[in-house]
Nanobody, 115 residues
Framework: VQLVESGGGLVQPGGSLRLDCAAS????????MGWYRQAPGKQRELVAV???????RYADSVKGRFTISRDNAKNTVYLQMNSLKPEDTAVYYCNFEYGMGAESWGQGTQVTVSS
């Protein structure tokens, strides 16, 4: 299953962006959808995840600023990012866990926060 991301770009500090990630085909039993990011010289880290039951979890660094949501009918996950900071600059990747232990990753989208 291919995941297609959109919505990255350049934004000033304090600004907002929304990232979208859609599956190229219908997926039976998505267990969790998540967003990760990787900044230059750093390891990939979890940003936010939403489970099939609707539970969410966020990295401490984004709590209160980012919101993850999903549209099950469209097999799409969103990441609304507000009050962006320069340290949020990274390549953002979406991830779907589905079926019996399968997962797919998006191609990555660059988010740059700079004045």
């Amino acid at each position: 299953v291919q995941l297609v991301e959109s919505g990255g770009g350049l934004v000033q500090p304090g600004g907002s962006l929304r990232l979208d990630c859609a599956a190229s085909s219908s997926i039976f039993r998505i267990n969790a959808m998540g967003w990760y990011r990787q900044a230059p010289g750093k390891q990939r880290e979890l940003v936010a995840v939403i489970t099939s039951g609707g539970s969410t979890r966020y990295a401490d660094s984004v709590k209160g600023r980012f919101t993850i949501s999903r549209d099950n009918a469209k097999n799409t996950v969103y990441l609304q990012m507000n009050s962006l900071k320069p340290e949020d600059t990274a390549v953002y990747y979406c991830n779907f866990e589905y079926g019996m232990g399968a997962e797919s990753w998006g191609q990555g989208t660059q988010v740059t926060v700079s004045s």
